[in-house]
Each structure stands twice: as C-alpha cells, then as structure tokens.
C-alpha cells in the first residue's frame, strides 16, 4: 500500500470511493442527497487546487493500483479540518490512521496547531477512530446534518498538534 498525495490522474477512482461511501453511510459525507457526476467532478478540482495553493493536504492510499482511502485536511488561519474515508473492504486494517497520521504530519510541518473532525452522532464508528487516534470530544457543532426530513447533531472532536 502507498500514500501520496492525490494527483489529477486519480479523479475517476476516487470519486467513486467518495460515492460509494456516501450511498453505504450517508451521514458520514456532507452531500445533502446522491451527487452526480459533475458535482463530483467539480469537487475533485476543488481539490486539487486547494492542494496547489497550500490551502489543503490530501493524501490518497493506493494499492494494486486502485484508490482504497482518501484523507483530506482543509487548512484555515493555522488550524484545519478533517475528512477521513477507506474503501469499505479494506477497513480495520489501519489504513484511516495512517492516512491521517501521514495528512497530519504534513499540515503540522506546514504551521497548523490544531486538527477538528466534526461527526455526525450516530456515526458511533468514526467517532471511535477520532478518539483513537488523539482526538477530543469539544462538545457539539453548530452545523447539522439534515437527511430525509431529519436532522442530525454533529459532535465536534479536536486535536492539538503541538503535542506529538
Ligand atoms: C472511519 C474510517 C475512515 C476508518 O478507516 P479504517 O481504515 O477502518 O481505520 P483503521 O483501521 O485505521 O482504524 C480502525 C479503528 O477505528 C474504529 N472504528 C472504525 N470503524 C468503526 C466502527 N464501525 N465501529 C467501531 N469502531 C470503528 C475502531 O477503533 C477501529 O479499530 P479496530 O479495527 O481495531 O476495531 C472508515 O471506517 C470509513 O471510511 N468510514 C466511513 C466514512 C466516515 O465515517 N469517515 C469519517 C468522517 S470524515
């Protein structure tokens, strides 16, 4: 497996990763229904561009040549948010923590203090992985997630960076 930061080349592969973890746990994207594939599309070069301009860090897993994970990191006035995200069967084997842990290494050499995931709460499993990897429940966000008529609280997690 290896880690890199994602390239041009990488766009149709990792857009469907990113649609097929939002149809597998809808609560763990921001989209608010299915995006098609131009939305996708557009995303994708937001996210390379944010990663020209030093604005983000986005890191890709590649193994047998396909994408299985994406960790982005979105920077702003010396702190940054996370999104973490692996392939559905090549979970658990440490693939999110190393993607984060290469993604936050990068940001903090870049001058970033602090990391923020914010989860929706009845996303009981990433809310697991945050906190094991150094994260710390702050209390509750104020977005929220609205999905079929519901709305759903986001928990808001933090890490500092200054301390390895
Ligand atoms: C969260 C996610 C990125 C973790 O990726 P991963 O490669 O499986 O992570 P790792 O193998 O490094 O760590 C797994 C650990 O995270 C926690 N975890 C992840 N999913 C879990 C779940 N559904 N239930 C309980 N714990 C979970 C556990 O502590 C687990 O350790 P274990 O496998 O020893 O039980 C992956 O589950 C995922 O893509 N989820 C959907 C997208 C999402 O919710 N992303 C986070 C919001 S941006």
Redesign the pocket.
Known sequence: MEIRGILAADREQLCKLILD?YR??VL??WFEREPGQEELNELFAYKLKAMRDKMAVDLVAIESGRVI?ECEIMIKDGTCS?????D?Q?????????LLSDALGVARSMGVGSAV?E?ADS????Q???R?NGFVEKGIASRTIKRQGKTHRVLYFERDLSAR
Do not use: L
Request: proline fraction near 0%; aromatic fraction near 6%.
């Open positions: 973890v597998d746990s763990a994207m994970g996370v999104g973490v995200i692996v559905k090549s979970r658990s084997r440490g693939i999110g923590t190393k995931a989860i996303n009981v499993g990433a697991s992985f945050f094991k």
